[in-house]
């Protein structure tokens, strides 16, 4: 089992950033790709950015230039940078990881709430 803790979340104003954090904690061997999604009410959860352990990384359309994911695999930790903010990304963000040893399963965090207000 992988438990996943998201933390950074808050509100902030429209052209600033934030950093969300992902620490992933159990059976933390097999974890492979890490990524983040967002969702709000009435929507699908969507992709925002993921990244492999070899640091291949892909972004959806709407976040890109904006958004940075990276990773510390001693750590287990996946960071998004988001800067430029907009209130189109005032959303619940969910670090995802899958594992090797657990074929098309995800796990996911709790969520972080990110708003994005004047």
């Known amino acids: 089992q992988v438990q996943l803790v998201e933390s950074g979340g808050g509100l902030v104003q429209p052209g600033g950033s934030l950093r969300l954090s992902c620490v992933a904690s159990?059976?933390?061997?097999?974890?492979?790709?890490m990524g983040w999604y967002r969702q709000v009410p009435g929507k699908q959860r969507e992709l925002v950015a993921q990244?492999?352990?070899?640091?291949?990384?892909n972004y959806a359309d709407s976040v890109k230039g904006r958004f940075t994911i990276s990773r510390d695999n001693a750590k287990n930790t996946v960071y998004l940078q988001m800067n430029s903010l907009k209130s189109e990304d005032t959303a619940v963000y969910y670090c995802?990881?899958?594992?090797?040893?657990?074929?098309?399963?995800?796990?996911w965090g709790q969520g972080t709430q990110v708003t994005v207000s004047s």
């Open positions: 995802r990881t899958t594992v090797w040893y657990k074929v098309d399963y995800d796990y």
């Open positions: 159990g059976s933390t061997l097999g974890i492979h790709v």
């Open positions: 990244i492999t352990s070899v640091g291949t990384t």
